[in-house]
């Protein structure tokens, strides 16, 4: 297909009014670690759409720990795109703020703090209930650099990550491989195809040093935005009990805080029985000197 006739599907993507269930448009929700496109990626789709290159999303450390701030950016009449913080270490308050980010059980345009709270968060997703979105359709979109490795012992981690994100959305994550040309592109698609990902599109970001525009980048980026728009149409296809499924997440969610809370004691009570043997998650770490390495 033509780049043209790509960003005219895009760019006309609309909810038909009997079929949409109330639907207004999709929210494509970008997670990751720190550093690894995300904020570039949006600027990447907003070039591609609009055709001139400004800096929407602030992007830039090589590291990454940038973005603060979980921020909707709208690219079309019904599609926004949401940046969010990177991972530092994905422990288990990291992931329940993501999951609860993905069932549309916290509000967009709040900066992202990673508490070591529970309860605070049990809080917030209660607070939700007040007023519940069932109008954004939400795509997930985990966005993994080439450039980086994802050492064997974590891979199963990321297998339950992406399975848990299917739960609260009812959708598999469209995972996209940013700095494609840089590394062993085919062998990082493998790997996440055999993690459970269905959807696996690599792509060179545009940035603020490179902006020259090549078909490749622009058919990469309009790629995945059909695909998710394909994701969307074919489950509004059936129709779906949208405060069934919303029950079910927030049960699924609690689940998942309830055997948090539990291993925290576990780990505790046998830290207290055998002191200094066991470094935290946080420790271990820092130990090993890259934040954006650690699943
Ligand atoms: N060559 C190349 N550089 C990229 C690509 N994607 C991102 N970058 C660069 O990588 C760095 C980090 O990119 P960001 O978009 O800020 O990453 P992020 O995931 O938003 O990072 P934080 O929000 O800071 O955690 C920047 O210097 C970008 O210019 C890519 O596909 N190719
Ligand atoms: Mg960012």
Known sequence: MECEQLRDIVQNFRFHPQDAQGYNRVLLQLFGY??????????????????????????????????????????????????????????????????????????????????????????????????????????PVFIYSVQKMIHTEEESEVKRFLKACQEMTGIVPI???????????????QKFKCLGAEVVIGVENYTSDDHRKTIEKHMGILNILKNALEDVQFHVNYNRDL???????????????HDSVTAKKQKEDSRSFNPGSNPTERQRGTEKGSSCMIL
């Open 175 to 189: 995972v996209v491989l940013t700095h494609k040309t840089s590394a062993n592109y085919i062998a990082m698609e």
């Open 34 to 139: 720190l550093g690894h496109g995300k904020s570039s990626f949006i600027n990447s789709c907003k070039f591609v759409l609009d055709g001139e290159y400004k800096i929407i999303a602030e992007a830039g450390i090589k590291d990454g720990g940038l973005t603060m701030e979980r921020k909707s950016y709208r690219v079309t009449d019904s599609i926004t795109l949401v940046d969010n913080r990177g991972f530092g270490f994905m422990n288990d308050f990291e992931k329940i703020e993501i999951y609860a980010q993905l069932g549309n059980f916290l509000p967009l345009d709040e900066t992202v703090v990673w508490r070591e709270d529970f309860g605070e968060i049990m809080g917030r997703i209660e607070d939700a209930d007040m007023d519940p979105n069932y109008s954004d359709y939400t795509v």
């Open 243 to 257: 405060r069934r499924e919303r029950i079910e997440r927030k049960k699924f969610l609690l689940r998942m805080v």
